[in-house]
């Protein structure tokens, strides 16, 4: 079992940053693919980035490239999101995402199997 809890979110005026942070429970963190979702109001699940485990490759929408860092800290089991330059349309709740151990889990939803509980980012115009 892995437990995941998000934190970091907040209300921020367009062109502000946030940083996401998501602890995960249970050892085997660095064998698993990472990933953050967001959904908004009434509408799908969408993925935002995802960073692999081994060789830390990042994978990222392309609305969110050049602006949204993702990273991790194996040592101390915690996934980030850091959000620049954020947008009105980056309002949403956050999710980070573990796949399974050893597997390539990218953009789908159903490629993981363990999710937190999600974190509110506003953003203001």
């Known amino acids: 079992q892995v437990q995941l809890v998000e934190s970091g979110g907040g209300l921020v005026q367009a062109g502000g940053s946030l940083r996401l942070s998501c602890a995960a429970s249970g050892r085997t963190f660095s064998s698993r693919t990472m990933g953050w979702f967001r959904q908004a109001p009434g509408k799908e699940r969408e993925f935002v980035a995802a960073i692999s485990w081994g060789t830390s490759r990042t994978y990222y929408v392309d609305s969110v490239k050049g602006r949204f860092t993702i990273s991790r800290d194996n040592a101390k089991s915690t996934l980030y999101l850091q959000m620049n330059s954020l947008r009105p349309e980056d309002t949403a709740v956050y999710y980070c995402?573990?796949?399974?151990?050893?597997?390539?889990?990218?953009?789908?939803?159903?490629?993981?199997?363990?999710w937190g509980q999600g974190t509110q980012v506003t953003v203001s115009s």
């Open positions: 995402a573990a796949a399974p151990a050893y597997r390539t889990g990218r953009d789908q939803p159903g490629e993981y199997d363990y």
